[in-house]
């Protein structure tokens, strides 16, 4: 009788494998709402709004890094009420709702104000995306695997982030500024209905199960560098039963509460600044690439949103083996490299167009610039999302009931948000002030 009353599809509805497709496509969405406007907001801003030209990179600026202002604010507070709650779909929902709203507001463009409330509306939409988002994945996925998941959704991050200025860009070249957003908001509506349609595993708890036992390797396991970062504080505890798990929450709270207490460990402070790092230099593309692509070279929009995309494409390509290669033989080694090769090949993004150029040809130029923004994608996934993969948690009930993952989650968001803040302020201000060449080897020191 009780699988009569199911709803319909109910088994693949709630599977596994659908719900995660439907967190990493919530994923995907924010983040190719995040750099759809890019190289259309030179068009927004002096066709549309009719505002000086000259005004136009200090605009694309303050709009850019906005989006991490409000989201760096907004990511405690829905992390803390997040976590009084299991559900993760209505959150989810909430968020696409603010997001549509937010996009809507933006495409109409009446005035510069409105361009900043959209913006704004949409930044505490998207906090609250990749926070749940976030949390469910890390929810319905084993320890063993997060790694490969991460950079699956890594991958899947990084194709938003490309696809949201090569679309804009190519469909406003080709059929027109709105047809442009009608894919935005297409790709929205399509998200509306993959979460309306997922049905919501109940995450079990340590409560389900009578007496589970750790077994010493479990232990020894827990203090490698690729193990949970909490799952040794877990396992000291060994929150066996509801009781058990109180008085754990009751003797962390005491101590000074969860964020006193991740922010104390140093590896919480290493994703962090690689968190805060990786997504500033790449929110930095999203404010000079399309003006400086325009003033070296002459490029349009669409030539534009290809480069965005050979920015990102090798990440997509290889997302999965960086994050098979982090599981394999722990974060330290591939993220060092990884930052180690940053600082040659932004070096090499800012000689292009640049009296520091030791070709005389436009072309040589063009093809070492291209080179350089390739570089760059292969390396970038083997930085990109190590902060998340290094605060995931095996048992976040010590930090209540509902468990503390929302808030982990939040500390990355945070740290992602003050990148997407910083990373334009830095670029944009640096391009004005010095040139795009000193900006870019600036942000490889």
């Known amino acids: 009788m009780a699988l009569e009353s199911r709803p319909l599809g109910h088994r693949w509805r709630s599977s596994r494998i659908f719900i995660l497709f439907v967190v990493i496509l919530a994923l995907f969405c924010e983040t190719f709402l995040y750099s759809f406007p890019v190289p259309i907001l030179s068009y927004m801003i002096e066709d549309r709004l009719h505002i000086d030209p000259s005004q136009t990179q200090n605009i694309t600026t303050a709009l850019l890094s906005l989006h991490g202002f409000i989201a760096l604010i907004s990511a405690p507070i829905i992390a803390h009420f997040a976590d009084k709650s299991s559900d993760r779909k209505s959150p989810l929902l909430i968020s696409l709702a603010g997001c549509f709203v937010g996009t809507v507001l933006i495409s109409l463009t009446p005035s510069v104000p409105a361009l900043f409330a959209g913006r704004i509306i949409q930044g505490i939409a998207g906090s609250a995306t990749w926070i749940v988002g976030s949390a469910t994945m890390t929810d319905h996925v084993e320890v063993g695997n997060l790694g490969k998941l991460y950079g699956l959704s890594m991958s899947f991050v990084s194709a938003g982030v490309v696809a949201g200025p090569a679309i804009?860009?190519?469909?406003?070249?080709l059929a027109g500024y709105w047809p442009a957003w009608s894919?935005?908001?297409?790709?929205?509506?399509?998200?509306?209905?993959?979460?309306?349609?997922?049905?919501?595993?109940?995450?079990?708890?340590?409560t389900d199960h009578d007496s589970p036992t750790i077994e010493p390797s479990d232990t020894a396991a827990s203090n490698s560098e690729t193990s949970p970062l909490l799952a040794h504080d877990a396992l000291t505890h060994q929150p066996n039963t509801l009781d058990s798990i109180a008085e754990t929450h009751d003797e962390h709270t005491q101590k000074g509460g969860f964020y006193r207490i991740m922010l104390s460990d140093a590896r919480v402070i290493s994703g962090i600044s690689?968190?805060?790092?990786?997504?500033?230099?790449?929110a930095s593309f999203d404010a000079t690439l399309t003006l400086h692509l325009r003033d070296a070279f002459g490029w349009g929009s669409m030539a534009a949103g290809m480069m965005f995309l050979s920015l990102q494409l090798p990440s997509i390509c290889i997302g999965s083996l960086a994050g098979w290669l982090r599981d394999r033989v722990g974060l330290r080694y591939p993220t060092a490299i990884g930052w180690a090769l940053f600082a040659p090949i932004m070096w090499l993004l800012g000689v292009p167009g640049s009296d520091k150029s030791p070709f005389g040809s436009t072309i040589n130029e063009e093809g070492l610039f291209i080179f350089a923004v390739i570089?760059?994608?292969?390396?970038?996934p083997f930085v990109r999302g190590a902060g998340y993969l290094q605060l995931s948690t095996k048992d976040p009930e010590i930090f209540g009931q509902h468990g503390g993952s929302n808030r982990v989650f939040a500390l990355q968001d945070i740290a992602l948000s003050l990148g997407l803040m910083i990373g334009p302020l830095i670029s944009g201000s640096l391009t004005q002030a010095v040139g795009y060449y000193w900006m870019s080897c600036t942000l490889g020191k």
Not at 168 to 173: H, K, P, S, W
Not at 183 to 206: Q, Y
Not at 274 to 282: A, F
């Open 183 to 206: 894919v935005a908001l297409g790709l929205l509506a399509l998200d509306i209905i993959m979460r309306f349609i997922m049905i919501e595993t109940p995450k079990s708890s340590s």
């Open 168 to 173: 804009a860009g190519t469909v406003l070249e």
């Open 274 to 282: 690689s968190t805060i790092l990786s997504s500033s230099i790449l």
């Open 375 to 380: 570089a760059f994608g292969v390396v970038t």
